[in-house]
């Protein structure tokens, strides 16, 4: 204290004196991993970490294992430790030479020995068969890729001017003389200062990644009963359904609905959306707009072995189902089936491609959902209806009745009737039949042939009146632009008559239609002319 209080001569060693000077924890002293110097084994890849299986060195002298360095190299193309660019061709293949003995103990913490199993391997100079530790200087020949300590080549090769190799007498030289380890420099094996440890870069493995994010990734020890209730949890769970892609269709006057999207009222209750401000349509879905502008019916002819059948299909009531049969019917889905069921004095069935009843889909995949109209009913001979397996699950069969089978109403979509070729259902219902009720001689449908399609013209419809939309836009657009909307054909183009305003005004013509009116289809007269342009110059004298 006193005017002593600012020296830095102080009676007590401060944080920083302690912390760096004379005691207490420093960086370069801890073991842990905020070590500023973590060294690495010898017998240990620079890559993975691990003790190696299969060594193979770079130009530098790192030691890889063979299965941690090739798909690194295949991704990344650079050194691991150095992050210069590095090829496979540039490995080089080396030889620890070891011994092996029987021991219970861990592996030593010296970089010598790894372990094998229940061996502790320690590697050593096959010449002088002194063991590699943390302090031998290690190098390798390049020509061979045997490892030897540097004393016996120093010893055997430098000094003595023997330039072979000591294992296999293989020429060398100095420069194919790799250091692996040099006590007097060991800032190589700093893991700290690897470029793949210090950038992160690191080959992912999937299925370690998938694990990671399971929920249960850290549970070591749990009891008996918390298994059997993850393992039914795995079992039962389903996965929310991703919401699908935003529509790409726009809004226009064919496909908007009279009510919004919703979107503005959600973004104002509920924090879960995106803020929305302006309302937009719903969209209608394209099936929606076009069995609305359907008003007439169809008609196919189905074409047998037997005769021909012409069905009228209410495409104008029963749109859907009449969609999925006029598609089926012009693909040929139906070409080439035969009629699997055939009943006596109740119905025809077919359109299952196996020919087996079991069989067939719709024109979307899969069944759809019945449609039953009040007015039409399972009345008389010739009625077209669906065949189904149960409520809403209409396919591609359909059957053709023999008589009235008003108890199939409200189980099966009505959806045609014949109109021609009574003589051909007469045919079919005369067909005989084993005891599973299919025609012993088959009654084969040849083809479908379709000769009015609403459906078809509607669509053509569609395209004409949305394409003219889209132009009416477009030169709307162009107008607000500042661009010239094209004049009509047949408009004649207005020529001045004089300069200033009203240059287009005819004084002539407005006085003769007004004052003299002359007969239709026939050129003024002379007289007509005079007392027009008369007429005129005494208005503007009048007006003076």
């Known amino acids: 204290m006193g005017k002593r209080q600012h020296q830095s001569d102080k009676m007590y060693l401060t944080t920083t004196e302690w912390s760096q000077f004379y005691g207490g924890y420093k960086k370069s002293s801890h073991s842990g991993a905020k070590a500023s110097f973590r060294r690495l084994p010898l017998s240990h890849c620079c890559l993975s970490l691990v003790p190696f299986n299969h060594p193979y060195i770079d130009p530098q002298g790192n030691v890889y294992d063979l299965e941690a360095i090739l798909p690194f190299l295949r991704k990344f193309k650079i050194n691991p430790v150095t992050g210069k660019p590095l090829s496979e061709k540039q490995l080089i293949r080396v030889t620890f030479h070891r011994s092996t003995g029987e021991s219970s103990s861990s592996t030593s913490a010296d970089g010598s020995s790894s372990t094998d199993g229940g061996l502790v391997v320690e590697y050593h100079c096959p010449v002088l068969y002194k063991p590699f530790t943390n302090n031998t200087h290690v190098v390798a020949i390049k020509t061979t890729g045997n ?22 007498d293989t020429p ?17 094996f700093n893991i700290a200062r690897f470029y793949h440890v210090k950038n992160n870069v690191r080959l992912v493995d999937q299925d ?25 949890f795995n079992n039962t769970y389903k996965a929310e359904e991703m919401p699908g892609e935003p529509d790409a269709r726009r809004p226009d006057k064919f496909n908007a609905a009279h009510y919004s999207t919703g979107a503005v009222a959600a973004s104002l209750t509920s924090t879960a959306t995106s803020v929305e401000t302006q309302h937009q349509p719903a969209l209608l879905e394209d099936h929606v707009v076009r069995y609305a502008r359907t008003k007439t019916k169809g008609y196919v002819s189905l074409e047998t072995n037997l005769g021909s059948l012409n069905l009228e299909i209410y495409c104008d009531t029963v749109s859907k189902t009449s969609d999925n049969f006029m598609a089926l019917c012009l ?33 979307w995949g ?8 009040p007015q039409y009913s399972h009345k008389g001979r010739g009625v077209l209806s669906m065949a189904n397996s149960g409520p809403d699950t209409n396919k591609s069969q359909f059957f ?27 045919a079919m219902e005369a067909v005989e039949t084993d005891n599973k009720d299919t025609p012993i001689t088959p009654i084969v449908l040849k083809a479908a042939k379709v000769f009015v399609n609403p459906f078809k013209e509607v669509d053509e419809q569609l395209a004409r009146e949305r394409a003219a939309e889209e132009a009416a836009a477009a030169a709307e657009q162009a107008e607000l632009r500042g661009a010239k909307r094209k004049r009509p054909q047949g408009e004649e183009q207005l020529k001045p008559v004089r300069s200033g305003v009203g240059k287009f005004l005819d004084f002539n013509k407005v006085a003769l239609s007004s004052l003299v ?9 002379d007289l007509q002319v005079r007392h027009g342009a008369t007429s005129i110059s005494s208005r503007r004298l009048s007006d003076l």
């Open 366 to 373: 899969g069944a759809f959902k019945d449609e039953f109209r």
């Open 208 to 232: 370690e990644e998938k694990k990671k994010q399971s929920s249960s990734h850290r549970l070591n020890n749990v009891s008996k009963d918390t298994q059997d209730i993850l393992e039914h």
């Open 400 to 426: 053709i009745t023999f008589r009235s089978c008003q108890h199939l109403d409200g189980k099966h979509t009505i959806f045609g009737r014949v109109v021609g070729g009574l003589e051909t259902l007469k």
């Open 331 to 363: 693909k040929g889905y139906y070409d080439g089936t035969i009629f699997h069921r055939c009943i006596r004095h109740f119905m025809i069935q077919g359109g299952d491609p196996t020919g087996t009843g079991k069989g067939g889909e719709c024109c």
């Open 517 to 525: 009116p002359c007969e239709r289809n026939s050129p003024p007269s």
């Open 147 to 168: 490892v030897f300590s540097y004393e016996a080549v120093e010893q055997l090769n430098i000094r003595a001017s023997n330039w072979k190799e000591l294992l296999t």
């Open 172 to 188: 060398f030289t100095r420069e194919d003389i790799i250091t692996l380890q040099d006590p007097q420099h060991l800032e190589k």
